[in-house]
T-cell receptor
Framework: GQNIDQPTEMTATEGAIVQINCTYQ??????LFWYQQHAGEAPTFLSY????GLEEKGRFSSFLSRSKGYSYLLLKELQMKDSASYLC?????????FGAGTTVTVRA | ETGVTQSPTHLIKTRGQQVTLRCSSQ?????VSWYQQALGQGPQFIFQ???????GRGNFPPRFSGLQFPNYSSELNVNALELDDSALYLC?????????????FGAGSRLTVL
């Protein structure tokens, strides 16, 4: 089966840094995705990790440790527009298995 | 480049009815997947279509069925609707190739079953 865990909610201040952790136990693994989803909108692709280590893309970075079944998404220099749900998803063959999502609220 | 478009955006049905949801894939993509997202949950994989054939299926009953057309557009059909089918249905297209298979999602069709 698939088990993907991430915190339900996080709150941070504008300009700060927030780290969203994701742990997974899945029957297969071809890579790990992070998606951002604003309320009422489509999930949009943020990052993809297939090898261990850190992938940096502007204000967003994602880390993967396959041996620990662990990933995190790091959001730096938070802006109000970053308030959204962040979805961790494991890629296995033809499908993505998603966590329940972490709602990040950015306060002024 | 157009993204993934879905229709209708919202609809209300009653228990036992049937519904058809439609999706137009992003230009250049050859694969379409459907996901169900209940309120406060992550998307759950329903099935994927490639070259007009079902390429994989999640843990959903046979009353969930789909089609992919030669122009890579797709339909999701749900028969004998149940209250628990109320959810956001997301269509996602991608291009199968080696490496990351990044899904591009549509904004979804929100189905309410009364």
């Amino acid at each position: 089966g698939q088990n993907i865990d991430q915190p339900t909610e996080m709150t941070a201040t504008e300009g700060a840094i927030v780290q969203i952790n994701c742990t997974y136990q899945t029957s297969g693994f071809n890579g790990l995705f992070w998606y951002q989803q604003h309320a009422g909108e489509a999930p949009t692709f943020l990052s993809y990790n297939v090898l261990d280590g850190l992938e940096e893309k502007g204000r967003f970075s994602s880390f993967l440790s396959r041996s620990k079944g662990y990933s995190y998404l790091l959001l730096k220099e938070l802006q109000m527009k970053d308030s959204a749900s962040y979805l961790c998803a494991v890629h296995n063959d033809y499908k993505l298995s998603f966590g329940a999502g972490t709602t990040v609220t950015v306060r002024a | 480049e157009t993204g993934v478009t879905q229709s209708p955006t919202h609809l209300i049905k009653t228990r036992g009815q049937q519904v058809t949801l439609r999706c137009s894939s992003q230009s250049g993509h050859n694969t379409v997947s459907w996901y169900q997202q209940a309120l406060g949950q992550g998307p759950q994989f329903i099935f994927q279509y490639y070259r007009e054939e079902e390429n994989g299926r999640g843990n959903f009953p046979p009353r969930f069925s789909g089609l992919q057309f030669p122009n890579y557009s797709s339909e999701l059909n749900v028969n004998a609707l149940e209250l628990d089918d109320s959810a956001l249905y997301l269509c996602a297209s991608s291009l199968i190739r080696s490496g990351a298979n990044v899904l591009t999602f549509g904004a979804g069709s929100r189905l309410t079953v009364l």
